[in-house]
């Protein structure tokens, strides 16, 4: 940091040296003779210019920078981020190599200062500080997320001009109670609604049926057998891509939880279409027009058309409005009356038609998708890449299957020969509370989720420490820079720097459990995020923070226990590396195709003799040799 800004402070003063001095000296001479150069031949002239100018706007921002650095001014702006291109600034790294350029900011100015980055016409403030991290994060009066999800709602998620001033003129904030000086009718606090409605859903009673829904799909999803699908033979077969394979099952399973069946199945395209635009997030957060990237906005334009199908057909068969507390929390055609309450209110407000309605209802199944289903590979992949932590976790995994009382079959004897009845029952409360597996979680989570948390100072300026942050800016709080702050983490949650934090390592939540052993030097550990504020933050903070969290953590730990009773598997290429395109974004997909050989263990429909289908092969001789026997052998180590 120190030689950073000497560095800095040298180069400003060659600058300042050049620019005073340009009629005399060696310098100068050589800047007189450019430009008789640049006079003479016209073609030198533009090239010479543009360079000047770069040169010139980064000697500026430097010395700005250099000056805020030095300042111990009160109140004073975070320093500037120095940048070459005038008036753009940082604007194309931030669309476009985002990790770079987070990654650069951190080298050179650690986390003793935040620091602004010109972006066009706007600025960010990148906070670097953790200790400020969570006290901005839960200061949602004076500093929203309402200038970046207006922002959000009509690029992400295409609210026309026709229905985004209601999202633009709503400052009345997230509150009951709406902020002061504010004047919004009470049907238009969009903000206010949508943030209350969801975190009511998200919990208690609402929340346990749709997470036992979840699971219920899934393995609905999963005991389903296609006889000409080889991955369904019960052979050891190689899958060249299970994380297609495998989120799209998943989505599946957990979109219908939330909305019932029928946005599926009217809309045969929609999960495909689904994946097309979160595959294309990166793309169309870049702002471009549409006849540069045709591929993303016509998936989000068939999505959108499918929602409104399913309104339509929604609205035919059930009553919206009957969604109070006495009527039934669950509709085939609505799914979770969270659904029924949510259009209600946005009919209500009189300037929604049905495009802005489905746009509402794209931004919620966004929400509940982008995130916690990459999430949930990322958590299985790193169990079953790990044979050794997969072995320490079956047992409670396989305690999450509900064995019916009826039932003489032991679902956990590798001996019995018999069938359970499919699809199988869970109930995997066993599973999110275990200790190893919660750790597990968290660590995914740290180390997948690479999202700015964005706010806004929208009642005046903020003031932070010595620092003001300028209302309108954009404030961004960036988890990976938590997610990797050794100072944060500290030595425990480091091993002493034995499992450092670019590493994964399963026990990094663990600890001590003095509750039942207060000496602490027993065996007995229990999982915590205990001091990990401003570290740990996957979810924001604050009354902002992720209302779907818990059942983000049921839909990532539960799939594990399906999957596991389901199938065998081994990662062939171990962990796959993250896509860098989704930094910032939220959670990370792999950038890669992930390979791996697995096999089917229940309601599997016989030897495929090596046939082949959708890049999916049949191994002809399984290792061991003993692929064609009948399986209720749950959670086998994943080995013959
Ligand atoms: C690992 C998975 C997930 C992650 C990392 C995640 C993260 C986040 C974050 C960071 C926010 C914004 C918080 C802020 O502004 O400070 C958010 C908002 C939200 N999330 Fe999640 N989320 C996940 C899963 C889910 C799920 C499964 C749902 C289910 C419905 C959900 C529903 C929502 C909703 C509705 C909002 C907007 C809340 C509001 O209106 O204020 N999320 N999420």
Redesign the pocket.
Known sequence: MDSGLQRLEALAKLAMHNITHVPVGGSGKIVLATADAVVQNWKLSLPMSIALLLLSTYIITSLQSVIALRSSKDGREPPIKPYWIPYLGDWFGFLTARRGLVEGIVAKYGDSTPVTIKLGPAKAYLMLQPETFAPL?KATRSCT?KAFAVLVMSQMFGTKKNAIHIYKNDNSG?GSVPLPGTNVPPNLRV?YH??RT??RF?QGESLKLIGERVMKNLSEELAKVDPSDPVDSGEWVTLPDFYKWWTRKLFAA?ISA?CGPYLVSLNPGFVDDFWTYLDEWPTISKFYPRFIAPKAYGARERILDAIKRWHAHAKEHSDYRLNGPNDPYWDDYWGSSWLKVRYAWGVDTGAMDDDALASEDL??FT???A??LP?AFWNLIEIYNDPSLLVRVQEELAKSIITPPSSSLSLSSPSSNEEPQLPLQFDIATVTSNPLLQSVYAEV?RMR?A?F???SPTLGDYKLGPFTLKKGGLVTVPTPVASFHEGVWGPERTDHGRRPLTQFWAERFLVPDLDSDPSGHGKKVKFSTEGLEGGWM?????S??????H??KQ??MGSVAVFAAYFDMQVLNGVPRMDDRFFGL??QPPGEPVPVRIRRKLGAVGNMNGKLSGGVKVEQRPRGGSGSRKRNAFFSDGRD
């Open positions: 994060l997320n997230i903000w949508q943030h969801a975190s998200m957990a939330i931004a919620l929400a509940a998708s995130n916690a999430m989570l989720v999202l948390h964005n706010r996957p979810y924001g903070g604050g902002l923070m992720c209302p779907g969290r059942l983000a839909e990532m939220g959670a």
